[in-house]
C-alpha cells in the first residue's frame, strides 16, 4: 500500500473512532435513566468497546505500516542517491577517457607526420649519397680527363 492510501485509512479509521466514542457517550447518557432495555443497552455498549478497542489496533498496525514505509522510503532514497553517485563519477570517467582518445588519436597524426618526416629525410639522404657518388665520379672522370690531356700533349 503506499503511504497516502495508508494515510487516509488511518485517518477514516480515527474519525469511525470518534464517532464510535459519542454512540458509548450517548450510551452512557441512556445509561444512567431508567430504561427498561438496559441490559440490551450494556450489550451494546459491549460491542461498541470491543469494536473502539479493534479500532485501536487496526489504528497502531497503520501505524506501523506508516512507520516501515517511511523507513523504506529513507532506505531506497539513499540506495538512489548512492547510484547517483555512482553515475556521475562514471559518467566523469567516461569523459576522461574521451580526452584521452582524442589525444591518442592527436599523437597518431603526430606519428603519421613523423614517418612522412622520416620517409622524406630517408630519401634526402639517398640523394646526397647518389650525388656525393657523382661527386666522387666526376672527380675521377676530371682526373682521368686531364691525365689523357697529358697524354695527348
Known amino acids: ?44 455498549h459491549e460491542c461498541l468497546i470491543k469494536l473502539g478497542q479493534e479500532k485501536d489496533c487496526e489504528i497502531s498496525e497503520l501505524k506501523k505500516n506508516i512507520e516501515q514505509l517511511i523507513a523504506g522510503h529513507k532506505e531506497t532514497k539513499e540506495v538512489l542517491s548512492s547510484s547517483l553517485e555512482e553515475q556521475k563519477q562514471l559518467k566523469q570517467l567516461i569523459r576522461e577517457k574521451e580526452i584521452f582518445i582524442e589525444k591518442l588519436q592527436g599523437s597518431s597524426q ?39 690531356k697529358e697524354e695527348l700533349e
Open 1 to 44: 500500500m503506499e503511504k497516502g492510501q495508508l494515510e487516509a485509512e488511518f485517518c477514516q479509521d480515527e474519525q469511525r473512532l470518534l464517532e464510535e466514542r459519542k454512540y458509548e457517550q450517548a450510551f452512557k447518557e441512556l445509561s444512567n435513566t431508567d430504561n427498561p432495555d438496559s441490559c440490551a443497552l450494556q450489550l451494546e
Open 110 to 148: 603526430l606519428r603519421e607526420e613523423l614517418d612522412q618526416y622520416t620517409q622524406a629525410l630517408r630519401k634526402m639522404e639517398i640523394l646526397q649519397q647518389t650525388i656525393e657518388e657523382k661527386d666522387t665520379s666526376l672527380a675521377s672522370m676530371k682526373e682521368e680527363n686531364s691525365h689523357l
